[in-house]
């Protein structure tokens, strides 16, 4: 058979088709690994922050001079703070405890205070 410009368009069609639906593929697979690591990063809010922060979208945090999670974003990217979280997180309010964290870890709070932005 010939290859007339009517299948060579209608096979560029498929293979465009295809590497869409992968695209699409590839995009809900990356929504799901970090809507995942969001949640574990919940779980280490919930385990060492709530008690003084407000974890959430509305709340005022338990401790007046802790700031809301909600609104680290404002004061700097939260990913500025990987580098702390890995060193030992020392500053903050004055009562805070130290915190240190692993890559996962941090990679999961990180994820999680993105989603209250």
């Not at 060579?8 to 069609?13: K, P, W």
């Not at 809900?28 to 949640?39: V, Y």
């Amino acid at each position: 058979m010939p290859l007339t410009l009517r299948r060579l368009a209608n096979a560029a069609r498929y293979v465009w088709r295809a590497v869409a639906a992968a695209g699409v593929v590839l995009l809900m697979s990356q929504a799901g690994a970090e809507a995942q690591s969001a949640q574990r990063g919940v779980v280490i809010a919930r385990t060492y922050c709530v008690q003084c922060h407000s974890i959430d979208k509305l709340s005022p945090s338990p401790l007046a001079v802790a700031p809301p999670f909600r609104d680290l974003h404002k004061r700097y990217p939260v990913e500025n703070l990987e580098e702390s979280l890995a060193e030992g997180l020392v500053t903050g309010h004055p009562s805070m405890p130290e915190f240190k964290f692993d890559t996962g870890q941090i990679r999961d709070f990180i994820a999680f205070l993105k989603t209250l932005q």
